[in-house]
């Protein structure tokens, strides 16, 4: 590591400890064994990729564990960790000043700072956003004595969360018309929403994620729903281990507004003063009544109606975490916020890269490909700009990686596993396009989405063993009018044809 005038110098440096992060710096120091990696993190831990698992062409499967960033450089002797925020990025200069006062001169860089929670308000000691462990953790505290709390938003986390949650009576308010629209449509919604009323539950299967939390970090006491520092994005099972209990002795009781997002938080003497009238948890079909109940802070929804509660979940999704590095930096944006990349992970400055939540893809992209603010996407964008850095620093040329031709992703919701391939909920293909299911109640919801006699997407619930064979038929585009709707009959073994 060579020093100027104060300065450390490194052919190599990324920002952000979490997945693109990390895969980015362990993909460069595999490249590059004898030069140094400068991996700068705000955080003490950083997130690693285990037991990954290549289930098919394009899905993947790993789980995510954090972990002290020395086992990273016990594992990489060739990168160093800096533990610290970055202040500043000076890219004309090709350097990066830390919160800690030093600075590093770099000759390439890839920036993986993440994103954070979009939160309904900003500094609302009622409002909590989930979107890592440590806000978690903050949320699990709250909830031990929470009798109702209302959660706002329709994405993974808010579908998961509303699942787990037991003893608490749960208002749920979406803008859509059904649950889960990130993922699924009303059909998928309807298959899942049985699991949500359910009294009991299926006991739990274990996770294989090992937790790794901070010690002492419990001790300081945060206060609540601070989410001002930025810690890397929650899985699909981030909520395993978590006692997500409230104070009633029920198991379940979810009731969900659709249509509306949240107009006003009253806190408890604003409402007192507005004579208004709150609403009781709804039992039934009948008209909720009046609420008797006193409680800290009211959501009042845009369709009307007020409830009290504990506290508010906001699970609204995020926003790229690019504040520190626009200063003096002349980075095209897109409009989602995100720094623009083109198809080599390069940003619209010289020699910096971005990977991750990030980045907004920003190369015209494969006609079954999108963009999703996902891990599996985090993780191939940081391992894909590693190989581009590379190329780029040997004067080599590239090919985008094939991670790029097809959105695969797969997950779990509601104890069901769950596949989403392609344009699976028609994303952009517009009026001209037709759905066919299939579905078992209780057991398997399978949907494809044809467009001129081509498979372009598919939503999977349950174990069907289908998305070889539909990853195949969306990746070779053949022509299946003549299966018509035979492709989905469950007495035909759909994977003979088309081996």
Sequence with gaps: MARVGGAARGRFAVVGGGIAGVTCAEQLAAEFPSEDIFLMTASPVIKAVTNFKQVSKTLEEFDVEEQPSSLLEKRYPNIRVIQSGVKQLKSDEHKIYTEDGKEFIYEKLCLCAGAKPKLIVEGNPYVLGIRDTDSAQAFQKNLAQAERIVVVGNGGIA???VYEIQGCEVIWAIKDKAIGNTFFDAGAAEFLLPKLTAESRETPIECKRTKYTLEGSEE???PTGACDKLGSALGPDWHEGLHLKGTKEFSHKVHIEILCEVKKIHLQQEFIQLQRTSLAFPKGEKNA??????WPVYVELTNGKIYGCNFIVSATGVVPNVEPFLDGNNFAVGEDGGLKVDKHMQTS???VYAAGDICTAAW???PVWHQMRLWTQARQMGWYAAKCMAADALGEPIDMDFSFELFAHITKFFNYKVVVLGKYNAQGLGSDHELMLRCTKGHEYVKVVMQNGRMMGAVLIGETDLEETFENLI???????????????PDIDIEDYFD
Excluded: W
Aim: aromatic share 4%; net charge negative; charged share 35%.
């Design 159 to 161: 579908l998961e969360l």
């Design 220 to 222: 300081k006491g945060r």
């Design 289 to 294: 009544e009046a609420d008797e109940v006193l």
């Design 349 to 351: 400055l010289p020699d």
């Design 364 to 366: 015209e992209p494969s």
């Design 475 to 489: 990746l070779n585009q053949m022509d299946l009018s003549a299966y018509g709707e035979d492709l989905l009959n």
